[in-house]
């Protein structure tokens, strides 16, 4: 079971990105979904949540700006990032809750750096 994130890159703010986190390998369902991110030297912050029936959830700072969505028949989840901050900047790792052969248990991606910056 793995968790696959692309979507990374550079941007000038002000512009956008799409994030996408494909989940692969044995799994019977996936509950939670959602992005986190991280900058070196501080401690990894959520930022977006998406549950099994499609309610989202925003840290205060993403909200009116990045949109989470998730296409449950691809085992995919999407962070649609607008009007994107040099504070945005990070590495973003996905995660997700997935009930496997062995049980239920959160999972991660391996990260994709986003850089905003002129």
């Known amino acids: 079971v793995q968790l696959q994130a692309s979507g990374g890159g550079l941007v000038q703010p002000g512009g956008s990105l799409r994030l996408s986190c494909a989940a692969s390998?044995?799994?019977?369902?996936?509950?939670?979904m959602g992005w986190y991110r991280q900058v070196p030297g501080k401690q990894r912050e959520w930022v977006a949540s998406i549950t099994s029936g499609g309610s989202p959830n925003y840290v205060d700072s993403a909200k009116g700006r990045f949109t989470i969505s998730r296409d449950n028949a691809k085992n995919t989840v999407y962070l649609q990032m607008n009007s994107l901050k040099p504070e945005d900047t990070a590495v973003y790792y996905c995660?997700?809750?997935?009930?496997?052969?062995?049980?239920?248990?959160?999972?991660w991606g391996q990260g994709t750096l986003v850089t905003v910056s002129s």
């Open positions: 390998g044995s799994i019977f369902s996936i509950n939670r």
């Open positions: 995660n997700a809750y997935l009930y496997v052969p062995t049980g239920t248990s959160d999972y």
